[in-house]
């Protein structure tokens, strides 16, 4: 079981992913910081699918994306099981589906301190500045991939790097991909992409 510590990192990757979304194609980091400010939101649907040693099988979920500029987020697991995050005003909540009861019970604790640091980072992610991330060396790839690294020692034993897979749509990601070893990375993949539609602003605030 990972601690603490671990799961907090790989929450903020899926953060930090799910962020990543609302850059563009390019082929360099004028051209990505460009189309990022391109997307005023951003409606997606996603598969996430994890790869572990200790699973006979790759672990699936599916669920949707929201996000609306300057910082409106609800990334919603729909199976297999429900939870859903959201991110509005700069209030971070997080939500998941008691399984008997149907109802959702709202989270506490260490893991939403967690989510908040990433929340402050937030910003240099939406201009497309992956250059001047701290925790990242970046590097664009033919023909449309970033690649971030680790610089830090500690943080690159949990996570070897994230790759990126640049759609031909400026503004949409079709891949994500976070390997923390030889055998265990995780797969997003993201499809049904809406850009720069209106978006309620009870759809960051509200869960059913």
Known sequence: MPCRRCRNVLM??????CVALCLGWADNWDGIRAAAGTVASLQTEFTQTKHLPILARPLVSRGKLVYQTP???????????????LMHDGRVRR???????????????AGLDAMQVVFEEISQWLA???????????RLEPPRKIVLTPKQKAFAEVLQRIELVLDDRPGVIRQVVIVEGEDAYTELTFSQTVLNQAIDADVFQKVP
């Open 71 to 85: 910082g409106s987020l609800r990334w919603e697991y729909l199976s297999p099981i429900r939870s859903i995050l």
């Open 128 to 138: 497309g500045r992956f250059e001047d991330n701290p925790m990242f060396d970046a």
């Open 95 to 109: 939500f998941t589906q008691d399984t008997r009861t149907h109802a959702f019970r709202e989270e506490s604790g």
């Open 12 to 17: 903020r990757l899926g953060l930090l992913a």
